[in-house]
């Protein structure tokens, strides 16, 4: 009987003797600052050999290192995670990232480039499935060789500008609180919030319509939705939610780049709102 295809990626980690190449060039050229997280640290080399060299830096695997970190990084390192992932997974990855990072925080995502095949595999040792892929990000790239890729990453709303750029949410205020982000779209604080929390998921690629998304790129900003709710709820606790997008001016859209809203509600916070997103257009709320 064959053995169902689930991803093992803790079987991937590599019991280590010296610090991994990425790690070393970020400590060469000093990019290493502030409180530092290694965010899929495995066994924990890296982490702790730097944590005896002086660094403030913390470790943490799914597998291997469990206990979730809190507070904001200024620096994230996540070197050989992407990889051995599947795609939701990879989502997730970012999107922890990017949370945990400082606003003016700076992450380092490192990718293999030496793998010659992609999908699953059995391992030869413990006889569970592991996936490998190939993994390419739209962000700079520091190092390109033929065994590795290192990628540094900013907030959306800390790249540089283009010129002439005018739609609001392509140059995205730096004043806006990113909750998290992936390669495909990003989520932040809505900055004229109607309730506390109030969240605004966008995808980076300008678009008018929603209906004018790729199915990727539709899927990503429901991805985001889930997780962007959680985090919400750990924050504000609301009662509940309306979710909704406006397409096309006579739906109410000012600003034609797609925008998800996503609003928490608080008990008493209208005096009946019963029909919900029926309220768009009032006479028809009650019914």
Known sequence: MEIEKVNHPYLTAIKRTDISVPTRYLLKHDLLKGRILDYGCGFGFDTDELKRQGYDITGYDYYYRPDYPEGKFDTIICNYVLNVLEPYAQAEVMMNVTNLLHPKGTAFFSVRRDLQEEGFRLHAIYKQYTYQCNVRLPFPSLV??????????????????????????????????????????????????????????????????YFDL??????????????????IDERFHPDGYNIGINVNEA??????????????????????PKGGIRGVIPDKQKY
């Open 144 to 209: 390109c060789n033929s065994s590795y890729e290192l990628y540094q990453y900013n907030h959306f709303n800390k790249l540089p500008r283009k010129d002439g750029e005018k739609c609001p949410f392509c140059r995205l205020s730096r004043r806006v609180e990113v909750i998290c982000e992936t390669a495909t779209c990003v989520a932040f604080y809505d900055g004229y919030p109607v309730s506390p929390g109030h969240t605004l998921i966008i995808p980076k690629r300008h678009v008018a319509s």
């Open 214 to 231: 790729t199915n990727h790129e539709r899927e990503a900003m429901n991805v985001m939705l889930q997780y962007v709710k959680q985090k």
């Open 251 to 272: 739906a109410g859209q000012s600003v034609f780049h797609v925008h998800m809203h996503l609003i928490p509600r608080y008990k008493g916070d209208v005096r009946n």
